[in-house]
């Protein structure tokens, strides 16, 4: 799995080998039918990660609703390809639906075969390969029947991601060579595929980051934990300095990317942290660490001060309208009050315009096309809404609403109107450039204390058939 620091767009239908070796007690036949599988990873977000050609996963079949450890089909393994194509590794290892009722699914990267039941050893002493120790786990996959055209596996992330990007002064003539460490964090977990829990050892050591050949990037994969006593230290220009990690918890599924300023002015070494960013399994900026290498002695350590300054942008909330949707039973798209929505627990999504007129349904509905995945869509020359309520900006600062529009025809996106607590917000004009091919929209500047907000069709204003996807509201706590 390269690391690419990119967004996974989604991987292709993964198929596999044609025949099987099944244990002598097993009940799953290949008359069920070969399984076959798309794949995902949760959030479209990851630390640079997608798949790369010779990539390994291990996956478990089992009857639906029965324990892991009691699953006929375990720890099979597969291999990718560098377009996401995923095969059996060996006609041995193929999986196949039982004959008669339904399964369940569990998956993990990067394939080991040492494992203790459901229990997967985590060791992260050596970055070397930061793909090889990137764990991922699938669990969604529940109660699948042989008729399911195919298996759609949600990864996420398990551990967490610390990327230091270094900006070194005139002082400091180059960062070729630069080392980076971190002491006082846990080297070693299990995690227990049965009950995606990790557990972390109580001992702690150093690790050392990974760093580019400019030695302006230090990037390592630690298991999440509490930091009571966490010290970054980094040797440059022959001199060695000791401080505090920012940062008082690592996060499973989290990355924080700390800016590090190293200066040499010849005093005191002061050590000074910024507001930090965390969120999902992306790039976030962390606090700056400002680094003066004075006063640090050649090839020994001096630990300076620090602080923190106050504030953290967070994620207020995020919708991405999930993986896939399909038509009802009566053959229409969800509405938009439907209940699989990805956002955090609390909010509720509904369209004013229905309650109004009272009508039965909504025009704006959850839908995908074969080129893009579920989206609302407001459909043209029609009256509807996309009401969201139940988050709170109470306390935040830097308010910022991001999400992605396009149109079916030519158009152009503040067609699609905003409202921010009962107050309407000015959206940019700008023209669809290309159609059904998404664009960004920021909005910032946005009133603290809001609870609900709205995307607004108006017939008269909508004339091409609009699609709004990935909405994020994020905001610095006061």
Known sequence: MELKHLFLAGLGVMTLAACSSLD??????????A???????????????TWASGDQIGIYMKTNGTALADAAVQNRQYVTDDRGNISAASAAE???????????????????????????????????????????????????SASTS???????????????????????????????????VPTSATFDLATGTLNVAQ?????????????????????PAS???????????????????????????KSIDFPVNVTNSGGTIYVSFGTATITDWTT???????????????????????????GTEVIIFEETFGESVSKGSDNYWPSITYDTWTSSSGLTFSDPFVTANGWSYSNASVRQTSALNPHVWFAANKDSEMQIEGFTTAGYSNLKLTYDITANAAGDQSAIKLTWGGDTIAVPAKAIATTNTYQSVEITGLTPGATVMSFVSLSTANTAGYRIDNIKLVGTKD
């Open 203 to 223: 001992t702690t050591g150093t690790v050392n980051f990974q760093v580019n050949a400019a030695g302006t990037k230090a990037e390592a994969i630690l298991v």
């Open 150 to 184: 195919a298996v759609n596996l949600g990864f996420s992330h398990q551990l967490a991601n610390v990327v230091l990007t270094i900006n070194a002064d005139a002082t400091i003539p180059t960062t070729v060579g630069l080392e980076a460490a971190v002491s006082g």
């Open 227 to 253: 930091l009571t006593n966490a010290q970054l230290q980094l040797t440059v220009a022959e001199k060695t300095v000791s401080v505090p990690l920012p940062a008082s918890a690592l996060e499973a599924g």
């Open 35 to 49: 399984v076959k599988f798309t794949s995902y990873i949760s959030k479209h977000k990851a630390s640079g990660t």
């Open 94 to 144: 193929a999986i196949y639906y039982p004959e008669e009722g339904t399964a369940d699914f569990v998956a993990y990267y990067p394939y080991t075969a040492n494992v203790s039941g459901t229990i997967l050893p985590i060791d992260v002493s050596n970055q070397s390969n930061l793909a090889a120790i990137d764990l991922l786990y699938s669990n969604n996959a529940t109660g699948v």
């Open 24 to 33: 002598d007690d097993s009940t799953w036949d290949v008359n069920g039918g």
């Open 284 to 310: 976030t900026t962390g606090g700056t660490i400002n680094v003066d290498l004075g006063d640090a002695e050649e090839g020994g350590g001096e630990e300076g001060g620090g602080e923190v300054t106050p």
